[in-house]
């Protein structure tokens, strides 16, 4: 079978092919940041994306969330081709099928915790249905805030205001989950205990979850690392479980 046939592996979430970037193009300026990127990730799978600052995880990231698009090469989301997928599309298929975590979590301060974990289900379908509150309850629960729902943002610690932000980024249930470099803000304990947040999440709700990380000992406990040097991934491995 021709390998550019969309795979119909039901447990495929994301799959790269041959994807390129090119910042500036037709100026002086003119870079390519990615050259070539393979990738695929099934549920349930957790990798974490390392490099060196300006290997382009980032972009990667973008791109693979939808917030950019390739300069060539094509992305697949649940088996459907996006590259040339209209903004409407585009706009759909993120709403359904991404949760973002940035490194900076961009919280609405006006908002409570509640509301701000409710946020992108208002923008799914406006006003939030008793299902919708219930939901961001237990995931406010599961992230360890239940007692901070009606907080501000302001009223929290830098760990919980990531928390907050993770569980925004779950309540649709996206069948995938992107982070970049969500604890890159945190002290080491803190970022840890997001860390095996993102573990039990990939567990109880199955997702698969693509993390960027500069910690290390934090890609290790993740049971996939991706290496990505100049655009490039120049690995990409299976950890063993520590003994
Ligand atoms: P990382 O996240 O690994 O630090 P980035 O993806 O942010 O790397 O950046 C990769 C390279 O692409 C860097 O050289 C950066 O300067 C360049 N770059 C990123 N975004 C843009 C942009 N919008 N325009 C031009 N160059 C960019
Ligand atoms: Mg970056």
């Not at 501000?152 to 649709?172: D, E, H, M, N, Y």
Request: proline fraction near 6%; hydrophobic fraction near 40%.
């Amino acid at each position: 079978m021709s390998e550019s046939i969309p795979s119909q592996d039901a447990t495929e979430v994301l799959r790269l092919e041959q994807v390129r970037k090119t910042f500036n193009t037709g100026t002086p300026l003119e870079t390519e940041v990615l050259h070539g990127i393979d990738l695929r990730l099934c549920r349930g799978e957790l990798a974490a994306l390392v490099g060196p600052s300006g290997s382009g995880k980032s972009t990667l990231l973008n791109i693979i969330g939808l917030l950019d698009t390739p300069s060539a090469g094509e992305l697949y989301l649940l088996g459907q081709p996006t590259r040339n997928s209209d903004d409407a599309t585009r706009t759909h298929l993120r709403n359904q099928a991404i949760g973002f975590v940035f490194q900076f979590h961009h919280l609405i301060s006006a908002f409570s915790v509640l509301e701000n974990v409710l946020m992108p289900l208002m923008i799914r379908h406006g006003k939030p249905s008793g299902d919708d509150v219930e939901r961001a309850r237990n995931l406010l629960e599961e992230v360890g805030l239940g007692p901070f729902a009606d907080k501000k943002p302001t009223q929290i610690s830098g760990g919980q205001q990531q928390r907050v932000a993770i569980a925004r980024a779950l309540v649709t249930r996206p069948p995938l989950l992107l982070a970049d470099e969500p604890t890159g803000n945190l002290d080491s304990r803190t970022a840890q205990s997001v860390f095996e947040l993102f573990h039990r999440i990939n567990a109880q709700f199955g997702c698969a979850v693509l993390v960027v990380t500069h910690d290390p000992r934090l890609a290790a406990d993740c049971a996939r690392t991706v290496q990505l040097v100049d655009g490039r991934i120049v690995s990409d491995e299976t950890n063993l479980p520590e003994a």
